[in-house]
């Protein structure tokens, strides 16, 4: 027992790039832009969202979802990356680590299931228009956000479980901006391969099979829509899924990379930055991505602004 607890360090050390301090500056004005952006950015379509009555609807709902879910999965390794990049001590205490790891895992496992759940709602919408509001109603909107959730959750708690229950045998300097898995696998003193092959297994469940369910639905979606006779609903039609579509892009294809592909000690530097794109990046460019294609938020944010306006006078 006494040899466990001393395997268990009281703080890690993160790396992160600390190897090339020249970057140091650049990534805290990275960093710190695309924190305050995705805050603003997310928490201004979830406001409208909800005040706005036409906006109450399940497409809506999800991406609000969508984009709580972004706006704690930054919020759970921004702060500490921009402490640690001003400070000369690069550490994080085990306990940190430990709910980094549980929440960046939790979420993101969220947000692969959302994303499918997200894919299948346009799939109703334009394929099944007429029982739209029969199968899409608000107590099965409810439970498939709350399975989604659930599950992410879940998954979290096995895979910190298996994680941490490695010895590290004293090793305590990840080579990594924040804790997760991959990084901290690769502190433990013994054979790994079967935390490897669980995680791989995990990644398909999570990873592969929504987003082969995606694409199957995107494949009746792009059928149903060629059948629309007129170019403008095609065009309507294709513009409600196509920032969907780019999302889904974004966030599987790097986790894809980070997570199914094979170790490799020429990769790690391509990892971590694999890892700040789906970790930072993408949650910011969300809310741009659904706002600037998207004539409903841009007309509920204009009646938002004009209530605000007439209120004042």
């Known amino acids: 027992m006494n040899q466990v607890n001393e395997s268990i360090p009281q703080e890690f050390i993160l790396l992160g790039f600390s190897d090339r301090p020249w970057l140091e500056l650049p990534l805290f004005v990275v960093f710190l832009v695309s924190y305050i952006l995705t805050i603003f950015g997310n928490l201004t379509i979830i406001l409208v969202s909800y005040l706005d009555p036409k906006l109450h609807t399940p497409m809506y709902f999800f991406l609000t979802n969508l984009l709580l879910l972004d706006l704690c999965y930054t919020t ?14 690069k550490v994080i205490s085990y306990g940190g680590c430990v709910a980094q790891l549980f929440i960046f895992l939790a979420l993101g496992s969220t947000e692969c299931l959302l994303l499918a759940v997200m894919s299948f709602d346009r799939f109703v919408a ?49 080579d990594h901006f924040f804790c997760e898995v991959p990084a901290l696998l690769k502190l433990s003193c013994v054979d790994t391969t079967a935390n490897e092959a669980e995680l791989f297994f995990i990644s398909v469940l999570f990873l592969l099979i929504p987003v082969t369910f995606i694409l199957i639905s995107y494949g009746f979606i792009v059928q149903a829509v060629l059948r629309i006779q007129s170019a403008k609903g095609r065009r309507k ?11 889904v892009s974004l966030f599987y294809g790097t986790a894809i990379y980070m997570y199914l592909q094979p170790p490799s000690p020429n990769s790690k530097d391509r990892g971590k930055m694999v890892s700040l794109f789906y970790g930072i990046i993408t949650p910011m460019l969300n809310p741009l991505i659904y706002t600037l294609r998207n004539k409903d938020v841009k007309g509920a944010f204009r009646r938002l602004i004009l209530r605000i306006f007439l209120i004042k006078k």
């Open 76 to 89: 759970s390794t921004v702060p500490q990356m921009l402490v640690n990049i001003c400070s000369t001590r």
């Open 126 to 174: 334009i394929c099944r228009p007429l029982y739209y509001s029969v199968i899409m109603h608000q107590r099965l909107c409810l439970q498939l956000a709350a399975a989604s959730w659930l599950s992410g959750f879940g998954n979290s708690v096995l895979q910190s479980t298996w994680t941490l229950q490695m010895p590290l045998c004293g090793h305590r300097e990840v």
């Open 237 to 247: 039609a294709f513009g409600t899924c196509g920032s969907h579509l780019i999302v």
